[in-house]
């Protein structure tokens, strides 16, 4: 029995705050590129990615965003943290297991994720040593560099790795660094059976709603 590594996502999984981040860049495409989208139009192209990446994709698509787009969506998210944000319910009941390393790799930058951590007061389990950031890679998810530089860091391999992840992009990276991906559906922009398909057909295993089941899951798993 290997002793396990647990990678956490953040947004969608550690707290609800995916759709939060989506909805600011919804509203302001479809102010200033007159697109009509909707969120799941939104979810489809940017979700789950660094900001980094939504630029590249945007740009694939024609929509041309300046710095200033971006610099304001940080503002505005930033905002909404202070505003306040929520534990993903029960998810503490797992970060307090001893028999487990645990770290976060997420497609925000650091700064950005340490004002979450201690919007949702979890920074007694996460500090500098076992958060990563897209801004330590050079490609963001769905690429598995963010996840392999939290394996190696943290000392494991990657076969010994969960991650829990929400997102597509995310799920594809953890899958592309040989490490057991658990989909958390439980977030407001996975309550649908379009999105949820998309992960059945990653030929993910372990897809669950709530936290009591994916502690369970783990404890298979090891």
Same mark, same amino acid.
């Given at each position: 029995m290997n002793k396990k590594l647990i990678i956490w996502d953040f947004d969608g999984v550690i707290a609800d705050t995916e759709k939060l981040w989506l909805q600011v860049r919804l509203e302001k495409l479809n102010k200033e590129f007159n697109l009509n989208?909707?969120?799941?139009t939104t979810n489809k192209y940017i979700g789950g990615m660094a900001d980094k990446n939504k630029r590249e994709v945007l740009n694939g698509l024609g929509i041309i965003t300046d710095d200033l787009f971006w610099e304001e969506t940080f503002k505005t998210d930033i905002n909404k943290i202070h505003s306040g944000i929520c534990l993903?319910? !029960? $998810?503490?009941?797992?970060?307090?297991?001893?028999? %487990?390393? &645990?770290?976060?790799? +997420?497609?925000?930058? %650091?700064?950005?994720?340490?004002?979450? #951590?201690?919007?949702?007061?979890?920074?007694k389990y996460f500090n500098r040593e076992n958060v990563f950031t897209v801004d330590m890679v050079e490609k963001g998810k769905p690429e598995p560099d963010l996840f392999l530089l939290a394996a190696k860091t943290m000392g494991y391999k990657p076969e010994n790795c969960i991650v829990i992840?929400?997102? #597509? =992009?995310?799920? $594809?990276?953890? #899958?592309?660094? !040989?490490m057991t991906? #658990?989909?958390? =559906?439980?977030?407001? $922009?996975? &309550?649908?059976? +379009? %999105?949820? !398909?998309?992960?059945r057909n990653l030929d993910v295993k372990y897809v669950f709603d709530n936290m009591k089941d994916v502690k369970k899951a783990i404890s298979i798993l090891s």
């Open positions: 989208w909707d969120m799941e993903t319910e !029960n $998810i503490e009941d797992i970060f307090k297991l001893k028999e %487990y390393k &645990q770290c976060i790799a +997420t497609g925000g930058i %650091y700064s950005k994720t340490e004002l979450k #951590i201690k919007a949702v007061g979890i920074e992840e929400d997102s #597509i =992009v995310g799920l $594809i990276a953890a #899958i592309k660094a !040989n991906p #658990i989909a958390f =559906v439980g977030s407001e $922009i996975c &309550q649908n059976d +379009t %999105y949820r !398909n998309k992960i």
